[in-house]
């Protein structure tokens, strides 16, 4: 049976109040990438121009197959010229590590897990005021004593971002921010990072990488980038990813259905989390052909008879033009 869970629109929901504090960033972690060669090696794996990162700088980047779906996401930055972090999720970074290490070759690089030597905190709203002189736009990253401060994209329309410091380093003053609300600010952003549920499910602009900075068109070559530019060029995507609202708790990488084909699924939930006031939210990516007829109870979870789903506005625009 089809529930209509939204007989309101969006701005009918509840107000959610604003969230300020510091959560302990567990369910991420880090690669190290050291030596003199790193950045070049890096420059051939990954969508983002590392070559061009500097040292205030931080970037959205994916790591893809050759046929261009992506098998991880990373926040990246450098400690130093030579030295590059890479935060992605726990859940994929021993795969992942094992992966780029295969192409690492001759070249003068060195990768390793550094989770355990660096602690990783997500502050929000007031939090940044304790230790950052107001907020910057997202990607922004500033060095404070021994710790790198990455700003990231708004949630919920409140200044977030990444505390990477080396481990034993004292964490910023600041309320506890339980981690089920960094998640749910996390998807109010409308990014989704590369967990295993969706380990190669979706082209960078699946995700609206392209859109929020996660995609370089003007760099030189990685895997996957002739696929990833013929979608962005030719006009041949038919997936987006849009904000979602429903009253079941949906699963990563479960399907969504729509009223006009309920044997073939129209989509995946990429990331989801608890809404404050009830309900969940989620990123899903879709049909773009489905998201434009998505009326009326249409959309659906896990099958043509699941609990239905109603979109959101997005928090940014889509690039339309490169």
Known sequence: MIIQLMKTPFNALPVVSIFSGVAGLSHLGV??????????????????????LGLSEARLAAFCNAKGRMQASFIVF??????????????????????????????????????????????AGSAIESIAVGAHPAWVKADIDAANVVFLYPGNGQPRALWCAPAGTPVPTGDALPLAQWHWLDVQSGIAMITQ????????????????????????????????????????????????????EPVVGQELFHALDAEQPCGLVAACAPRPGGGFDAIVSMQTSAAADAEGGRLTLGSSG???????P???PLLEDI
């Open 31 to 52: 690669i190290r990438v050291a030596g003199e060669e790193a950045v070049k090696f890096l420059q051939g794996q990954l969508t983002q121009d590392v070559a061009l």
């Open 78 to 123: 450098k400690r130093s010229p030579n030295e590059i972090l890479m935060v992605c999720s726990q859940d994929i970074l021993a795969t992942t590590l094992k992966r780029l290490s295969m192409f690492v070759l001759r070249a003068k690089a060195k990768l390793s897990d550094a989770t355990a030597d660096y602690a990783l905190f997500g502050l």
């Open 197 to 248: 549920p969706i380990f190669e499910a979706f082209v960078p602009q699946m995700l609206n990488y392209e859109s929020v900075g996660g995609v370089n068109f003007k760099k030189g070559c990685y895997p996957g980038q002739e696929i990833v530019a013929r979608s962005q060029f030719r006009g041949t995507l038919k997936r987006r990813a849009y904000l979602a609202h429903m009253e079941g």
């Open 306 to 312: 699941g609990l239905a789903l109603s979109l959101l």
């Open 314 to 316: 997005l928090p940014y």
